[in-house]
């Protein structure tokens, strides 16, 4: 996360309508508020809390932070409880344990607690999520000491939400502070990549559109109740490329200012009338997820060529102007759309049907790994190990598949050859040679 200059996800719609900018983070969020007021339409009936939401609590059940938990790369469950700025994490009241009076050795090894690594501070904070557990677990190796989800809205503008995760660090005074790299404070520490990160988000009257997210194995989850909604999104930390200016992002020279580590989701709503990214009659179920943070988009549908194209930009150097970034994209798209946009009746056909494609600068480019697998009913398209700056990827229906022919469409004629009697089932039967048909 850049404290200064954060990233950017870019909706685009389609079929002519307006493209939206949506930016993460309040410094570009100022910088783009006149251009989003004027065109996004007027939201009266619902209206998201702007500013960071809460824990949720008997004061507050919506629009909140319900729950988040952290799993080690040991497979270790670790529920997280929130613990307000300038407060601790409680012990539980003690048991009552029975004496045992026998004779005991002590145990006089030393132990020598581990040195944990130097961290900076940014803002201040509300509070964090944490554990008892924490330190014992592992989960303090990189020297920060909880979590801290930041959700609100992208900007006052707009309704779609924004959700950074934050690492935390907590001084002498109990004060909690974002936990920052000593040499670039403008930037969080890099969170862990081989842990698993879990929030749920309790998001009020919103209906969901497309999730977005920043991280691996990144899934998303809606449920409702009573008009209202929740969502939970998981995933793992990754490293994104940030840019220090936009023409970083564009052509092959860009440096990334920093690579940094981090996870963050971006939820687009469907409370306007029409689909986050434009398809009328889609499911609203849709999960993307990438590191190329420039210019992520959500997918863009082409009726015609039946096809979905999405982008993703960085710089095409790391931070340090050798390495070139490379990039992933993976988008979950349910049964019920994969029907209404490619006519696939039955969704294991996608991994036949359909062909997956990176584009950069005008000329198709092989991806490292690219592949269309079905699970739980729905399409998971896993593109990755392609290079950066500005890449477009395109889903599309080939063009030399065709469906396996419903057996309603068969018709069944008899056919005859002396005493010889066969029924042919087929879509245009013929009867075999030296038969006729009856």
């Known amino acids: 996360m850049n404290e200064l200059e954060p990233n950017r996800l870019t909706r685009r719609s389609f079929g002519g309508k307006v493209k939206k900018i949506i930016t993460a983070g309040a410094a570009t969020f100022a910088l783009i508020a006149g251009l989003i007021a004027s065109i996004m339409p007027a939201e009266a009936a619902l209206n998201v809390p702007k500013t960071s939401w809460p824990a949720c609590s008997s004061a507050r059940t919506t629009y909140c932070v319900d729950s988040v938990t952290i799993t080690t790369a040991g497979g270790v469950v670790v529920p997280l409880t929130w613990v307000a700025d300038g407060q601790i994490l409680a012990t539980p009241e003690s048991a009552t344990v029975s004496t045992d009076t026998a004779t005991v050795t002590a145990d006089t090894t030393t132990v020598v607690a581990p040195t944990l690594p130097t961290v900076a501070t940014g803002r201040s904070l509300s509070g ?34 924004f959700i950074d995760v934050l690492p ?23 969170m862990d990549p081989d842990t698993y990160i879990s929030v749920t988000v ?15 194995n990144f899934t998303g989850d809606y449920s409702s109740a009573n008009g209202l909604s929740t969502i939970k999104f998981s995933g793992s930390p990754v490293t994104v490329a940030l840019a220090g200016k936009s023409a970083d992002c564009s052509g092959e020279t860009g440096v990334a200012k920093a690579n940094v580590r981090q996870f963050q989701a971006m939820l687009f709503i469907n409370n306007e009338g029409q689909s986050a990214f434009g398809v009328e009659g889609t499911s609203g179920d849709m999960v993307v997820s990438s590191n190329g943070v420039c210019d992520l988009s959500t997918p863009v549908w082409n009726a015609e060529n039946k096809e979905f194209a999405w982008t993703a930009a960085a710089p095409h150097f790391a931070a340090d102007g050798v390495t070139p970034n490379v990039g992933f994209y993976k988008a979950v798209i349910p049964a019920a759309d994969a029907k209404l946009l490619w006519g696939l009746d039955n969704v294991n056909d996608a991994v036949k049907a359909l062909s997956v494609q990176v584009i950069t600068d005008g000329s198709v480019t092989t991806a490292a790994v690219a592949t269309v697998g079905v699970k739980s009913g729905k399409i998971i398209i896993d593109v990755s190990g392609f290079g950066y700056s500005r890449p477009k990827l395109k889903i599309a229906l080939k063009k030399s598949w065709k469906p396996a022919t419903a057996m309603l469409n068969k018709t069944t004629i008899t056919c005859v050859m002396g005493k010889s009697v066969k029924k042919i089932t087929a879509v245009k039967p013929t009867c075999p040679k030296g038969y006729k048909k009856k």
């Open 202 to 216: 309790k998001t009020g009257e919103i209906k969901p559109g497309v999730l977005v997210g920043v991280g691996t």
């Open 128 to 161: 964090r999520w944490t554990s008892l557990d924490w330190s014992s677990n592992g989960l303090d190796s990189l020297g920060f000491g909880g979590l801290f989800v930041d959700a609100k809205t992208a900007n006052e503008f707009v309704n779609h939400v």
């Open 168 to 190: 935390t660090y907590t001084n002498a005074e109990k004060k909690v502070k974002v936990a920052t790299q000593v040499d670039k404070p403008a930037y969080a520490v890099n």
